[in-house]
């Protein structure tokens, strides 16, 4: 297929990549410059990369830069054209996804939500997992794309279910690691190592995907980004906002927020979110590692 793919960022330029291998005509944009995937074809605007394409693919940072992109000066917009296919693999506000969903299709073409959970290594591997919103049709004529970008997807529902369910996903890897840190933390300072704690943690009824994936990356005091804080905190915000919307209330989430506040405030913002375990860290007077570390 003929695929625009527009913001080359962690997850997009794999993905990208993953389109080329699996044998796509692939064009690629990013916001700046300097970014290109081997065996695509780099465009100078949205609207370039988009001019005669089948399907525009989206993922960038936030709702705002989604709307730029398809709506902005240059943007994807002005090259849509009847039967083309718009889909966003951002996690941005649900609602704002509708609106976006009902410009589109005011050109003929048809949106479909679908952002992705398995961080970056699952984006390089081609095994994410997409929760997808919008009409089977459309879902149907994506699958070879999502099959080369991605092991599983859901279908979630119409527009902007696929964001919603993002943002219950993020609520919940949040929530999960967490309580995870705090635990470390606690353990670490009543003289209990993590390489102790984590074991009996995988093999009891704690056990967690999160803990599983996040681990390693702390027992070696590797916060390089797999998934920015400012990203995660972005993605918290949005739930916040989107269960403010439905008059939902979310506490824990709530006072997670106030963490990630803090975490920013001490320059952890572009850091991976398992960072705010520093913070926790810092107050308890301890530092929780491996023995290797």
Not at 41 to 64: F, I, L, N, Q, Y
Not at 100 to 119: C, H, L, W
Not at 131 to 140: D, K, N, P, Q
Not at 165 to 186: D, P, R, S, V
Request: hydrophobic share 45%; with cysteine.
């Amino acid at each position: 297929m003929r695929v625009a793919f527009l913001g080359l960022g962690i997850m997009g330029r794999p993905m990208a990549a993953n389109l080329v291998k699996a044998g796509h005509e692939v064009a690629v944009w990013n916001r700046t410059s300097g970014k290109d995937v081997e065996g695509a074809r780099s465009a100078a605007s949205p609207a370039e990369a988009a001019a005669g394409a089948e399907v525009v693919w989206m993922c960038v940072s936030d709702t705002k830069a989604v709307e730029s992109v398809l709506f902005g000066p240059q943007g994807a917009e002005t090259s849509l054209t009847q039967g083309m296919l718009v889909v966003d693999s951002s996690t941005i506000s649900p609602s704002a996804t509708r609106k976006f969903a009902e410009r589109v299709r005011a050109k003929g073409a048809d949106y479909v939500d679908a952002p992705m959970t398995g961080s970056k290594a699952a984006a390089e591997s081609g095994t994410l997992i997409f929760m997808v919103g919008g009409e089977e049709a459309a879902i149907e004529k994506l699958k070879p794309l999502l099959a080369a970008m991605g092991k599983l997807f859901f279908r979630m529902g119409d527009t902007g279910k696929g964001q919603a369910a993002k943002l219950a996903m993020n609520l919940q890897i949040a929530l999960i690691y967490e309580g995870f840190a705090e635990a470390l933390t606690l353990a670490t300072k009543l003289g209990v190592s993590a390489e102790t704690l984590i074991p009996l943690v995988q093999a009891s009824m704690v056990r967690s995907g999160v803990v599983e994936y996040k681990a390693p990356f702390v027992l070696k005091r590797d916060f390089s980004p797999n998934f920015p804080l400012r990203l995660m905190h972005k993605d918290i915000h949005l739930a916040l906002e989107a269960a403010k919307e439905v008059r939902a209330k979310l506490p824990g989430l709530e006072t997670v927020e106030e963490i990630y506040e803090m975490a920013t405030e001490d320059g952890n913002e572009n850091l991976d979110y398992a960072a705010t375990l520093t913070l926790l860290e810092k107050w308890a007077g301890v530092e929780v590692k491996g023995a290797s570390a």
